[in-house]
């Protein structure tokens, strides 16, 4: 491993272990007596958030405006229980927004591994998809920035994974030749297909442990539980 590619949310970053429980609050805490009930808006905008996230076209198109995106979200999940309210689908996806940031928190082992990976002198570029501001601000505030030498973030640069200019991108501000490089993810597409149909590596974050899905098209080089297993084994 002469480079590495490393993507941030769900990777580093522990981006949406906490959402279930922002969305339970911010329900809770928007839902005014005699309107909607909480409970019922919850499990709406369970359902909402599937249905809209599963279409690749609409993840791509939404996913560089977030709070948008998830005051989308709300609304279709009040259409959906014949309730107008534009105020409060506004006001819960704010909600929600801050409830979330506040919750984030890097993976006990990011730093760590990090650090590890920077003694060893390995190039890093982190490779991350979605919004400008939400993913620069995540990064600011979890104090990632110095740990790499090229940052591509989807919102900034134009495209996202899996396009391939954003690798080659990637690997061209490292200077790195794409057999030379490796890519850690938990996107078996984004962080491992697609780079690996380049020439890369690809190494697969399976935090749960519960390995491929049935049916997988895609093989990692290495699957991992988490980023400490594949640099303590460097
Ligand atoms: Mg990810």
């Known amino acids: 491993m002469k480079a590495l590619l490393l993507d941030l949310d769900d990777t580093l970053l522990d981006y949406s272990g906490s959402a279930p429980r922002c969305w339970e609050e911010a329900c809770l805490a928007c839902c005014a007596p005699g309107t909607v009930g909480p409970d019922a808006l919850l499990a709406a905008i369970v359902e909402a958030s599937r249905w809209f996230w599963e279409d690749p076209v609409r993840h791509r198109r939404e996913r560089v405006n977030m709070l948008q995106a998830w005051q989308s979200i709300v609304a279709h999940a ?62 600011e505030r979890h104090g990632l920035a110095a740990f790499f030498d090229a940052i591509v973030i989807e919102g900034e640069f134009g495209a996202g994974k899996p396009d391939e200019i954003v690798y080659r991108h990637a690997l061209a501000a490292l200077a ?12 078996l597409e984004f962080d491992v297909g697609a780079p690996q149909r380049l020439g890369l590596r690809g190494v697969w974050i399976d935090r749960a442990g519960q390995g491929l899905p049935p049916g997988a098209a895609v093989t990692p080089d290495r699957i991992v539980r988490s980023l400490a297993e594949l640099t303590e084994a460097l």
Do not use: C, Y
Not at 92 to 101: E, H, K, T, W
Not at 102 to 111: I, Q
Not at 130 to 135: R, V
């Open 78 to 139: 009040l259409a959906r229980l014949g309730v107008e309210a534009d105020r409060l689908a506004a006001a819960v996806a704010r909600d929600f927004a801050s409830r979330r940031r506040e919750r984030m928190r890097l993976f006990p082992e990011a730093v760590e591994s990090l650090e590890r990976l920077r003694r060893r002198g390995v190039p890093l570029a982190l490779v991350t998809n979605g919004d400008a501001g939400q993913q620069r601000d995540k990064i």
């Open 176 to 187: 790195a030749r794409p057999e030379d490089a490796w890519m850690v993810g938990d996107h």
